[in-house]
């Protein structure tokens, strides 16, 4: 998402107010990134050579002894630049500047405002996590103003906040105060977060967010005392593993279109989720409650609206809990809803129906497929990011200091063989590897092996380079997963960003093959993938500014059948702009790619905070697979397509499709409104639950019109599936919502049509569907 802002911003206005046991887990005394040797570099810019990316506060100034100011120790950590310019006015571009801001285990005492812009880390110990203190005479709106103010929220990217607590106890409970502003994009990640405020302060709020936005997840935060833990205003949210103590209202939907709320824990509440004024389509699953007195408040839903439209499925209440659900004054649900049904109010497509029934609110059975779900608590797994802090040192290589193996990371030197070597090397001796912050270019395929666990700095780059990814016909994968399909055992990765050096119609990201014994013993948190538009590649300028000349890659991730993965928070994005140029307004890239991921797994795969956009074919394509959980999916198509382009789907790859790829044989020659890139296929496949899809689309055509009515015909294509469980599907200016296959023919099942009435609606074309079952 860029575009926009004037026109979402009239909608979504301001906001009122390591899972796993380590390989030789030994003494650990201290946090081991906090001691390990900090060589990252910013390899794109001029005299990136001598970049400082990792920065303790206490070496600028700070003291953290809970007395002292440190808001301007904290401020310098963060904005200084190098002799060319300070961090906080975009002289870097959004790539060029990356920077962790690490903070000792103690109590850093603020007076006013820490501000965060592009490509920062706010991170402390895990094992002891920093608390930020607001002073009693703290002055302004936010603790912690969370993205860089010279970036709109729709370009909120690369910004990072974990393990840290966030205080506003000392601050009088009659202020106005929110701890942290969040009005990010995708790109980001908020983990591992304490808001403690005071109980009772009506006034107080954990985290504000203003739209319009883009963000995919926050997860694994708690929030203790104020009046609300968050305050939502923004397009789509995966909300997971959140606690509320003792908050008022632990998150108000200000204006939200399509949301998953999973792993919610409410204790002491007046209100868990206030869904009561504009709301759009929102999952609450896998949650609890105790002596709180709402769960879900809800407006009301008249029949000819989407407004409100809900799902609850596994939420778990004792006793103390007057209603799980409150429609304006009347008590609607009380009690649980357990594993095996679900609460649904809105559009709902029944098993085998192309019509949709309104449904006030009841409950229907469902299923979840066994492999999906722990067994005991019939949830589904929602693995916290792993930090390795119960990982010694000695336990991990920096890949940069491996005398035998050298590795550069400038963005220039071919390390493909010496990271191959250490990979296998680290493998056989159950270590760790730590790439800090750089490039590293692959010029051929690298294999993970198994018995791996990879971590990166403030998104780390592994990029594709070179002839061997060049050729259309014959894709070709960089970073492969298990030496081969069906491989069994442990790969992890976190903080990486896997992307393009050139034009490279033949490049496939990443191949996953192998599965775990467990839910996330193959997992991947925090890594996003990314097509072009940004220094470092060459899929910008002027080979890039049509997508004639710049076919620049094949797949961003691809699935095989026997691999199983957990992943969390990952964006891949074929780019619709330059994140680092400083040129026109527009700054236009127009790459490409064919397809965002190709999903062919059967054996337990994880997907939460998904975004996947600009893909020629298809965002995402789940082809025979099974057992496959979606949490949120967030979508849009390339800018490019749509009324007037003559690069039509399946155009460019129409010589090199592959088997599972969409013909769009079902659309007219030549028309470009059919002919656009599918949001999520699912063909063939079995035992999928999926709780948010957000699909969006505003402008389209070689150059990107505003579209006054739909910008493509179809969002979703769905063929012979068996256990299908859709649940929250939204779209913005697509006519039909699911196209069905049958054969040859293609029938539009659920249209915008018969969807209306959502809370941008008049604005935008948006439908939404509550539920759909196959
Ligand atoms: C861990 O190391 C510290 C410092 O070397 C030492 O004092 C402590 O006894 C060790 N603890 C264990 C459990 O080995
Ligand atoms: C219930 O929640 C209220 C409001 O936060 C709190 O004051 C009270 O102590 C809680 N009761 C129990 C038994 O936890
Ligand atoms: C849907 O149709 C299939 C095939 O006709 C049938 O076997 C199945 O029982 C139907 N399901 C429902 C829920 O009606
Ligand atoms: C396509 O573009 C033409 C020319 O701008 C316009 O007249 C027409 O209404 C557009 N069609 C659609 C479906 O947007």
Known sequence: MRLLFS????????????????????????????????????????????????????????????TTDDTAAIQRAISTGDSTGTRDTAHFGSTGQPAVVYFPAGTYLVSSTINNPVGTVLTGDPTNRATIKAAASFTGAN????????????????HSIRNLVLD??????????????????????????LFNMPVGAATHTGITTQGPNSPLIINDLEFRGGGFGIQLATTQYHLKNLVFKNVQTGVRLVSVLQATAQGMRFEGCSVGIDASTASGMLSLIDSSATNTSVVVSAAEMTASSVKGSLVLENVNVDSTVAATIKIGTTTTLTGSVKPGTAWIRGNTYAANSTTAAHASGQLVPVSRPATLVDPTTGSYPALPPPTYADVALSSFINVKTVAAHPVAGDGVTDDTAAIQAILNDAAAAGK??????????????????????????????????????????????????????????????????????????????????AAGEKPGDVGFWNCHFRVGGAIGSKVRGEQC???????????????TDKSSSYWENVWSWTAD???????????????????????????????????????????VNIHKAENIFIGLQQGEAPYWQGNGTTLQAPAPWTQTLLNSDPDFAWCGADDAMCRAGLYQIITKSKNLNIYSSGFWNFVAGPSRTFCADDCQDN???????????????????????????????????????????????????SATVAAFFR
């Open 577 to 619: 702009h330059d994140l680092d140029s400083t040129g026109t307004a527009e700054n236009g890239v127009y790459p490409a790619a064919a397809g965002g991921f190709l999903i062919e797994s059967k054996k337990g795969t994880w997907l939460l905070g998904m975004g996947v956009e600009h893909n020629v074919l298809y965002q």
């Open 432 to 513: 760790l590897v730590f790439f800090p912050h750089g490039i590293y270019i692959l010029t051929d395929t690298v294999v993970v092996p198994t018995g791996s666990r990879l971590v990166g700095e403030a998104w780390t780059q592994l990029s594709a380079s070179g002839a061997k990814f060049a050729d259309a016909k014959k894709p070709r994968v960089m970073l492969q997963i298990g030496a081969k399909r069906g491989d069994k055992g442990v790969v992890q990765m976190s903080d990486f960003i896997l992307t393009v050096a050139d034009v490279l119609p033949g490049a496939v990201l990443m191949q996953v093959n």
């Open 143 to 158: 603790v912690v103003f969370g993205h860089d103010k010279t970036f709109t929220g729709l370009n909120g990217f690369f």
């Open 545 to 559: 500014a049509k997508p004639e000349t710049c076919v620049a890659a094949r797949l961003t991730l691809h699935l």
């Open 7 to 66: 026109l979402l911003a009239l909608t979504f206005g301001a906001a009122n107010a390591g899972p796993l046991a380590a390989p030789q887990a030994v003494n650990a005394t201290g946090y081991w990134y906090e001691n390990i040797q900090h060589n990252g570099i910013s390899a794109a810019i001029p005299n990136g050579k001598n970049w400082v990316v990792f920065r303790n506060v206490k070496d600028y100034g700070a003291k953290g002894d809970g």
């Open 168 to 193: 506003s106890t000392a601050v009088p409970a009659s202020r106005t105060i929110a701890l942290l502003e969040w009005s990010v994009s995708q790109n980001n990640l908020l983990s591992n977060v």
């Open 715 to 765: 969002a979703a294509l769905y063929e012979s599936n068996e256990k299908l469980f859709v649940y929250g599907l939204t779209t913005i200016n697509n006519k039909n919502m699911i196209l069905e296959l049958k054969g040859k023919t293609a029938t539009p099942v659920a249209t915008r049509a018969a969807n209306t009435g959502g809370i941008i609606d008049g604005l935008f074309r």
